[in-house]
């Protein structure tokens, strides 16, 4: 199927002669392949997906989610993470559809893979600070949220301001732990001896 955009006319040619380049021809060339195998370029040069192309696909993947259609925004995302294993927002993105189906063990690995990638970036450490504190991992989660704000120290992000709500709550949950662990300690020395 020919893609006419790129069809070429040859000028000095006796009859109008249209050229299709061959793009399987093109684009993967031993060369490329081995690059490809050796690890020297992502699959993303190798099929060669623009920029665009890849924001588009992300903008599908988002619509597909804020659809709750997370099955097929997590087939995006899968896509763009094999494309482009080296950008954290498509982690980032991958790890907010598992956490709306609750796989919060999946969402927390992608949480941790888009932070390993770009550690300045504010939604992750939110994202994984809430798998935390649904998890009851409170200490965890309340790092995670003052990292979030730490990093954002304008007020800029407004995942920021939910990532200081969910701090603030994890530190009173901490605080009442605290209170009731001290209390059963007093308690219980008292009546044991």
Avoid: C
Wanted: proline share 5%; no cysteine; aromatic share 8%.
């Amino acid at each position: 199927m020919a893609d006419k955009k790129q069809d070429k006319v040859i000028p000095d040619a006796e009859e109008k002669v249209t050229v299709t380049p061959d793009w399987e021809k093109i684009l993967y060339t031993p060369q490329r392949q081995e690059k490809m195998l050796k690890g020297e370029i992502s699959q993303r040069d190798y099929h060669a997906i623009s920029g665009p192309e890849m924001l588009q696909m992300a903008l599908i993947g988002f619509r597909m989610y804020e659809q709750g259609k997370y099955s097929e925004a997590k087939t995006i995302f899968q896509g763009l993470i094999a494309l482009d294993p080296m950008e954290a927002y498509y982690y980032t993105a991958l790890g907010a559809v598992y956490l709306a189906e609750e796989d919060l063990e999946n969402a927390r690995a992608m949480f941790s893979s888009s932070i390993a990638l770009n550690p300045k970036e504010v939604a992750p450490y939110v994202n994984r600070g809430e798998v935390n504190l649904r998890e009851g991992k409170i200490l965890e989660a309340a790092e995670d949220f003052q990292k979030a704000v730490e990093l954002d120290p304008k007020h800029e992000d407004p995942l920021t301001q939910r990532a200081r709500v969910f701090a603030a709550a994890a530190l009173e949950m901490i605080e009442n732990a605290q209170k009731g662990d001290e209390g059963e300690g007093k308690g219980g020395k008292g009546k044991g001896k």
